[in-house]
């Protein structure tokens, strides 16, 4: 059985410049959640992707976009890069099942550093 | 969704029990109690979950107390490897997102 993988592992990016985060899930999840994590905090979830729709957001603005593939690999792209949008991004994918009883299998994540 | 209370960060012996708390007393009937912990240079993993009983797996134990609004997070011989970041969560029965906090930085003393 395949973990999550994400790619890549590192990525330094300048103001103002987007970047793509690719996150391919574990075999038989049909759902993918991203998050972000700043250092020294939890991560924050940015938005989850079931059967390729989005399935809920949170607080991040519209310039975070995702894309959830048939094979249910996933994508972040983030637009106009801001300095604070430096973090580690996390992939996470699940067999999404409702009731709050799944686990979410993470992957090691992408460290973004924007200059 | 619903918060949880951890303190900041505890201390153990190797080879020792830990025993990491966790305050929840804003919790629905059908939240789950999660933990996840967090390697350093790691993304989350999962630890354990309950919703009402005492549970138990190969890597800890959950006590879960009778009036749910608190939790325990047991493992019963700690390791240099269980150092990291334990994350108290609560997951309600309408999403599949994880709301985390700042979790308890857990040291392991050799």
């Known amino acids: 059985e395949t973990g999550v993988t994400q790619s890549p592992t590192h990525l330094i990016k300048t103001r103002g410049q987007q970047v793509t985060l690719r996150c391919s899930s574990q075999?038989?999840?049909?759902?993918v959640s991203w998050y972000q994590q700043a250092l020294g905090q939890g991560p924050q979830f940015i938005f989850q992707y079931y059967r390729e729709e989005e399935n809920g957001r949170g607080n991040f603005p519209p310039r975070f976009s995702g894309l959830q593939f048939p094979n249910y690999s996933s994508e972040l792209n983030v637009n106009a890069l801001e300095l604070d949008d430096s973090a580690l991004y996390l992939c996470?994918?699940?067999?999404?099942?409702?009731?709050?009883?799944?686990?979410?299998?993470f992957g090691p994540g992408t460290r973004l550093t924007v200059l | 969704d619903a918060k949880t209370t951890q303190p900041n960060s505890m201390e153990s012996n190797e080879e020792e029990p830990v025993h990491l708390p966790c305050n929840h007393s804003t919790i629905s009937g059908t939240d789950y109690i999660h933990w996840y912990r967090q390697l350093p240079s790691q993304g989350p993993e999962y630890v354990i979950h309950g919703l009402t009983s005492n549970v138990n797996n190969r890597m800890a134990s959950l006590a879960i107390a009778e009036d749910r609004k608190s939790s325990t997070l047991i493992l019963h011989r700690a390791t240099l490897r269980d150092a990291a970041v334990y994350y108290c969560?609560?997951?309600?029965?309408?999403?599949?997102?994880?709301?985390f906090g700042k979790g308890t930085r857990l040291h392991i003393l050799p």
């Open positions: 075999s038989g999840h049909n759902t």
């Open positions: 996470a994918s699940s067999l999404l099942s409702g009731g709050g009883s799944n686990e979410q299998f």
């Open positions: 969560i609560l997951r309600d029965s309408g999403g599949d997102k994880i709301i």
